[in-house]
């Protein structure tokens, strides 16, 4: 064994034990290879979380009744990646073991890898064989980078249209996908379905697990995946309907809701191309925050929203969760946080240091204002952070606190395009633009009704742009002189004709906080 090839060996052995006990290597009969009834990569395949010199490739084993009779037990994987897309130069095969106590995922995360470099990489199980997946690293850190693209997305309710936002992202030319949460809806809502989700309302590991098969089986998200490396974040629809921590809308018991998240997470880790992050010995505790460097050119934060946040503001007593508050004397209660201690102080050292070029900072929702006049002062959406004013003042005080130019946040969750100013205090034109926001609009998920839309536009100065009519993806685009965002959008995602058009293209220019129309 060749000493690169044995150092190899040890980084796999490193990233099995870090996993343990989700990868737990099990004895496997080494026989005949296994003779698969039906495909068991229908599910497709996965990259995430591009590093300089590595990236997480994703599958997941599924059995037919048929191949089930045979066996469902532990299985080896083997994972082979090239260096071209005709599959002609191997650079690595590895093998991994999988059972049914991580539902049959597989993770590798492939290290030892070039920066601002494409890699393939397909699965071999017995006689079958996955689709081929593209991948790409970051670059490296230090280097000069003309460009990074990259497709923001979030809000894929199954039922509520087809996946047309991803057939176009996954035709696109992109660094990676930035995704912000909603990937599953654990909830039906009839109303809007032109299809429909397979079971009840998701709660246990069973439950979570077969609705991401249904979503995972969708031929065009598949395709967005084989495509490009994501970058994920959850919202609060992975596990259901505006949860925050251990609350649930029902003021459940939090243990219950603690022991329902778990199974969720569960569930979430083994359908994605992410790791279980530091110090984290199962998905149940999982750190899913992160950061990644994008050569000299940018910083991209993505925040967990959900795990950590305090309960909402004035919750109702009896049907808790998202909904307008006003004279709400809880809002401006300091101790109340959207990230939680330990990742709001992780973010604003991180950020106050960052000497990139622009500080990209990705969060699930929508840090702008939508509050709306009431008959006693104004009326603020407790779950985004309107009701965290406290939160998003301290966040923004740290950009001003460092003196930090070209901070751009990037949202998702309220199914609405937003292209807005951020300032120390919202809407008054004393108060200086800190930095620029984009929040995305929904792949599919229905948005505000016209009304109530134009309601929250005319009532906050600092929104430039707010349209919740139609749904899609966002391209971003940063360069050394801006960052560009188009909104990409059709009325109606379904139907196999629909195709995007540009909504309309914002622009953040170097040293000049605030989007521009172009
Ligand atoms: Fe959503
Ligand atoms: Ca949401």
Known sequence: MKRRDFHHLLQRSAVALALSPWLT???????????W????????????????????????VVFSEEDKALGDEALVVQVEVFTDAALKQRAQKVELATDATRGHSVHLHLQHLQPSTDYWYRFRQGDAQSTVGHTRTAPAPNADVRQLRLALSSCQHYEQGQFIAHAEIAKEKLDFVLFLG????????????????????????TQYRSRYEQYKRDPMLQAAHAAHPWVLMWDDHEVVNDYANDQDRQHTDPQQVLLRRAAAYQAYFEHQPVLLGPDASNPANMRLYDQLSWGKLADVWTLDCRQYRSAQA?????????????????????????????????????????KRQW??????TQISSTSIPAPAGRAYWNDAWDGYPEARKRLLQTVVDAKL?????????????????????????????????????SITSRGLGDKP???IRDSNADLLHFRSDERGYSLITVTHNDVRCDFRTTKFPAGSEVSLKTQASYVVKRGKAGPQLI
């Open 359 to 364: 500080k990209l900072v990705a969060q699930a």
């Open 25 to 35: 290597a099990v004895a496997v009969p080494a026989n005949k290879p296994r003779a």
């Open 453 to 455: 839309a134009a309601v």
């Open 37 to 60: 009834r039906s495909n068991p990569f229908a599910l497709g395949v996965a990259s995430g979380r591009p590093r300089a010199e590595s990236v997480v490739l994703w599958t997941r």
């Open 182 to 205: 909603d990937y599953i809806y654990e909830s039906s809502n009839v109303q809007y379905a032109i299809r429909k989700h397979s079971g009840e309302e998701a709660k246990t590991l």
């Open 314 to 354: 004035c919750r109702d007593p009896v049907r808790g969760g998202g909904r307008m508050v006003m004279q709400c004397d809880e809002l401006s209660d300091p101790s109340r946080s959207m990230l939680g201690y330990e990742q709001e102080r992780w973010l604003s050292e991180s950020l106050s240091v960052s």
């Open 405 to 441: 130019q070209n901070v751009v946040t990037l949202g998702g969750d309220v199914h609405c395009n937003v292209a807005a100013n951020l300032r120390l205090e919202p809407n008054n034109p004393q108060s200086p633009i800190v930095a620029s926001e984009f929040v995305t609009t």
